[in-house]
């Protein structure tokens, strides 16, 4: 996303085509907290930067599928067979 734009206002390319390991965005401009994926992280932790996170923890490579309660940030994790993470 563009963080000096307005959210209705993001053009679909830098929603949909860009990896957090090509660029990292600033803080959006609403202070609204950014939940994205599409970069996994092959240590399967959640990337949490205060102001954006990325949910994506490597289900489709053997990682585990996330899921993540809003606003609490209470977070679960299960791999292919089911099994809870912790």
């Known amino acids: 996303y563009d963080a000096r ?3 209705d206002a993001q053009p679909r390319e830098l929603l ?3 990896s957090l ?4 965005p600033a803080r959006h401009r609403s202070g609204k907290t950014a939940v994205v994926g599409h970069t996994s992280q092959k240590n ?3 990337l949490d930067l205060g102001y954006l996170i990325c949910l994506d923890t490597n289900c489709a490579k053997g990682g585990w599928l996330t899921a993540c309660e809003f606003p609490s940030g209470r977070t679960w994790q299960v791999d292919i067979d089911g099994r809870r993470r912790g």
């Open 21 to 24: 390991r090509d660029f990292v």
């Open 5 to 7: 734009l307005p959210l």
């Open 44 to 46: 399967g932790q959640v």
């Open 16 to 18: 949909l085509d860009r």
